[in-house]
């Protein structure tokens, strides 16, 4: 019998290809969100979309083992922004984009089992962030469930806990999700440096009396506090899925943002809130801090106030309330879009914070 050429043999292999069902020519094996493998951190639903992982805060993380060389992340389509940490390569930011439900996060891994880590990198309400799951090679697995740490450290904030401009330049003239990351803000960073689980609450604009330049008065950070999105109403959040052993509030810069604000609102507002933290934590170290925001009648009016909560919290016998500075920002590092801390500046802060609990908690 008369051999093939070569060409037509490979020509026959393709079109045999061709026929095969795409599945089959890419196989991969798809690992839900609900899996016992995956651990998380943040104010996540499970009632929203069936299983799958919906949330709006910025930090949220999804730690995983997985084998294998490769891994993909299901989500909605242009939910934002993730950044990717694998085993110890240097993290990477990636992006979920519009038209897609598929984004890439590692490829050409070396066999065996590796340790996964994704953290959300923006405000999320408008985008409704869904994770649904991992792609991996055909037939690999999720490992054991990642050990978290034991400590854990709650961030309750504006747009500066959000990370707001942090990988801008100054120059930008509106608000980008491009120019936002959370990974590299002081609350980010010091919980890496603490060895930390991370909780956020956050959002741009807001405030504990009144929101940024006094809109949107209902929802304020007292208001939405206890629900699991940034919202007023809805699926409620259950405080005792974490409890904490710092909350650090970062809240005031809207409130005495624009116009006239109310200095008797604002302390009073700071004393109500907390005691609805202690009523939540009844255990954890509550940490006002401010800023970094440069030295003004404001800087001093939102200090005032935290000064009266604590007195407040005293007089009830609470002494585990504190007052944490920062040094004022004076733009010497650098600003990031719209007069916001620039990542040099949150480097900054990350180390005074750090330092701060340390002293206050005795974490080396």
Not at 1 to 15: G, S, V
Not at 39 to 62: D, H
Not at 136 to 158: A, H, K, Q, S, Y
Not at 328 to 345: A, E, I, N
Request: include cysteine.
């Amino acid at each position: 019998m008369k051999a093939i050429p070569c060409t037509h043999q490979r020509r026959a292999a393709l079109l045999l290809l061709a026929l095969l069902p795409i599945t089959l020519l890419f196989a991969s094996t798809f690992v839900k969100a609900t899996d016992p493998g995956f651990a998380y951190v943040g104010r996540i639903s499970w009632t929203t979309v069936p299983e799958a992982a919906v949330w709006t805060y910025p930090g949220i993380q999804i730690h995983a083992n997985f084998t294998g060389t490769s891994a993909k992340m299901k989500t909605n389509a242009g939910c934002g922004y993730f950044m990717v940490e694998i085993d110890s390569l240097p993290p990477k930011k990636v992006e979920c984009v519009k038209g897609s439900e598929q984004t890439q996060l590692a490829e050409g891994l070396a066999p065996g089992t590796h340790r996964l880590t994704l953290t959300y990198l923006i405000e999320g309400t408008y985008k409704k962030p869904t994770f649904y799951g991992l792609y991996l090679d055909d037939g690999c697995t999720l490992g054991d469930r990642p050990v978290l740490p034991e400590r854990r450290i709650e961030f309750i904030g504006n747009s500066i806990t959000c990370g707001y401009g942090i990988e801008g330049d100054g120059s930008e003239k509106k608000f980008l999700f491009s120019k936002q990351n959370f990974y590299e803000t002081y609350a980010a960073r010091t919980a890496r440096a603490l060895g930390a689980q991370c909780q956020v609450c956050a959002r741009s604009g807001i405030g504990i009396y009144r929101n940024y330049a006094g809109k949107i008065p209902n929802e304020i950070m007292p208001n939405i506090y206890p629900q699991t999105f940034y919202a007023t109403s809805g699926e409620q959040w259950d405080f005792s899925l974490f409890q904490p052993d710092v909350v650090c509030v970062n809240l005031g810069c809207n409130d005495t943002s624009v116009g006239k604000y109310d200095q008797h609102q604002l302390t009073e507002a700071f004393k109500r809130f907390t005691r609805t933290l202690r009523e939540h934590y009844p255990n954890a170290k509550i940490v006002y801090i401010i800023g970094a925001i440069p030295t003004s009648r404001r800087l001093t009016d939102i200090q005032a106030a935290h000064d009266a909560a604590i007195a407040d919290a005293a007089e009830r016998g609470d002494h585990e309330v504190y007052r944490m500075e920062f040094t004022p920002d004076d733009g010497s590092l650098g600003w990031g879009s719209q007069g916001h801390p620039s990542m040099r500046r949150h480097a900054l802060m990350a180390e005074e914070l750090t330092a701060f609990l340390r002293s206050i908690t005795g974490w080396e």
